[in-house]
Structures are given as structure tokens and as C-alpha cells.
């Protein structure tokens, strides 16, 4: 972490600094001083954070995600691709079933069943991109929800909804009521 600080650039046209050992007089022309003040704020700075936006988290809980399920995700994204949001292994690999079952210590079946219900939640989309071809099937995160970083490839927007305009529109119309 880092603290934040405010810097204020004194005005010392008119000023003149005596040393009070010395007695010497210091002029302060073509010098600059800056006070620097603590706001009482610090700040963190990593390239490697993952966003979790509050309201859509909130919109999938009322969707009834599980505790495990919500573990489950977090695991899936320890290695997020920038950029495509997909959920890898290593800087080479995508994650499957059997790495995830691997790295969570539970049977491939467990791995595949909690995968089948982020993707019923719209959280976790599997599939091929065109652009990322090479890495074959892979599992991309919904970055309405979850997100490394905020630009992403426009093919990504396409595969999800996002969960708080679709809670609208899924609203009843309330003016029909009276």
C-alpha cells in the first residue's frame, strides 16, 4: 500500500528563511517548496485484481448461486486472461474439469456439475473463441461479474447478458396495478 498525500506548492516570492543556529538569511528566489499533507487515504496498485461488481454479485445471489459455487468461481479465476476473460490453468493452459477438480481436490464429476450450474447461472460460458482458437474449449467468466482489467474483446459481450438489465426487464410492469 501506498498513502496518498496532497501536494501544495508554496508561494515564497516574499519570504526569506533565517537559519536559527547560523543567523544566516536565505533568499528563496527561483526555488520552489511544496507541502505535502496526508489525506488519510492510502492506495493499493496491482494489474492483477479482480473486480467483482457489487450489484451483479447481489443479482446472482437472489438467482440462488451456492456458497460452493461461489468458491468454486473464485478458484476458476486465479489465472483470468486479460482481455478475454477466460479462465486458465497457466499462462498456456485453460482450465478444464480435471485441472480444476485437480487444484480443488474433489472428483472430475463434482468439477463438471458445478461448472453445468455457473453456466445455467450465466456466469461461466464454455466454448471456442475464434480469436483464441489455439486454446481449443475453453471457460470465459462473465465480466459483468467478474473482471480482470476493462477492456475486453468484443466477441465476449456477445456471449453473456448482463444480469442487472436483464433483473429489469424480467420486473413486473408495476403500473398496471391500480
Request: charged share 30%; with cysteine; net charge positive.
Amino acid at each position: 500500500m501506498r498513502k496518498l498525500y496532497k501536494e501544495e506548492k508554496l508561494d515564497l516570492e516574499n519570504t526569506t528563511i533565517i537559519d536559527n543556529k547560523t543567523g544566516e538569511v536565505l533568499e528563496l528566489k527561483n526555488t520552489t517548496v511544496i507541502k505535502r499533507t496526508s489525506t488519510g487515504k492510502s492506495t493499493v496498485s496491482s494489474n492483477k485484481y479482480l473486480i467483482l461488481d457489487q450489484e451483479r454479485f447481489e443479482a446472482i445471489q437472489v438467482k440462488g448461486i451456492k456458497f460452493n459455487e461461489l468458491g468454486f468461481l473464485i478458484s476458476m479465476c486465479q489465472n483470468i486472461m486479460f482481455n478475454y476473460n477466460i479462465s486458465m490453468y497457466d499462462l498456456k493452459t485453460p482450465h478444464s474439469a480435471k485441472s480444476l477438480s485437480i487444484q480443488l481436490n474433489i472428483t472430475e464429476q463434482s468439477a463438471n456439475r458445478l461448472l453445468r450450474r455457473l453456466i445455467e447461472l450465466d456466469i461461466v460460458h464454455k466454448g471456442k473463441l475464434d480469436e483464441m482458437k489455439n486454446l481449443g474449449t475453453v471457460y470465459i467468466i462473465n465480466p459483468y461479474f467478474i473482471r480482470v482489467g476493462r477492456n475486453f474483446s468484443s466477441k465476449i459481450d456477445e456471449l453473456f447478458d448482463d444480469p442487472i438489465k436483464k433483473k429489469l426487464i424480467d420486473m413486473p410492469n408495476t403500473n398496471n396495478l391500480y
